[in-house]
């Protein structure tokens, strides 16, 4: 199965970049996953990497794989109010999702 | 383009009890997995149902079950419910069973609570 573990809380001023990070112990993991969790919502799929890239970027979010130390980041450049959320990064395994605890990002003013 | 509805929103249920949980997956989806969320953590792998049959299960007891039907909608059924069930469920439907880049796309869960 698959481990994902995460830090629990990033707190940022508006504006600046937030990075999230992430560790993962399947190596076969075929794709890793960010999502995005709002107070009293599903999860929202902010956007993915596929295992043998080394970077995405999409818009405002950047991920980073280092797949010889398993670790995945989540970087978020200016970051706004409406970013303050839980952040989940997940790995892929044939047919299911394996999740971290999720990051709960706080932005400050 | 619809996306995946979930019902009830809320629930509260006795111990023992048996529930039901209703699942629409976005249209033109033949996937649906059910997760549950209990507070504070990450999402937990219960089953995935393709073309209406289960396809793969995580650690959760026969007690949990579910079904697909024709129009790819979905039920979770938990029986003899027990405080730990308390949680949130959340469904996340896709296309295709295994294989490609397999985006999953989530509804907003149902909240139950048992007493």
């Known amino acids: 199965g698959e481990d994902v573990e995460q830090s629990l809380f990033l707190s940022v001023r508006e504006g600046d970049s937030s990075v999230i990070n992430c560790t993962y112990t399947d190596s076969s993991s075929t794709y890793l996953y960010w999502y995005k969790q709002e107070p009293g919502a599903g999860l929202q799929l902010l956007t993915y990497i596929f295992s043998n890239m080394d970077m995405k970027q999409d818009q405002r979010l950047t991920v980073l794989l280092n797949k010889k130390d398993k670790h995945l980041s989540l970087r978020i450049a200016d970051t706004q109010t409406g970013d303050s959320a839980i952040y989940f990064c997940a790995g892929r395994n044939d047919y299911k999702l394996s999740f971290g605890a999720g990051t709960t990002v706080t932005v400050r003013a | ?115």
Request: hydrophobic content about 25%; glycine content about 12%; some cysteine.
């Open chain 2, 1 to 115: 383009e619809t996306g995946v509805t979930q019902s009830p929103t809320h629930l509260i249920k006795t111990r023992g009890q048996q529930v039901t949980l209703r699942c629409s997956s976005q249209s033109g989806h033949n996937t649906v997995s059910w997760y549950q969320q209990a507070l504070g953590q990450g999402p937990q792998f219960i089953f995935q149902y393709y073309r209406e049959e289960e396809n793969g299960r995580g650690n959760f007891p026969p007690r949990f079950s579910g079904l697909q039907f024709p129009n790819y909608s979905s039920e979770l059924n938990v029986n003899a419910l027990e405080l730990d069930d308390s949680a949130l469920y959340l469904c996340a439907s896709s296309l295709g069973g295994t294989g490609g880049l397999y985006e999953q796309y989530f509804g907003p869960g149902t909240r139950l609570t048992v007493t």
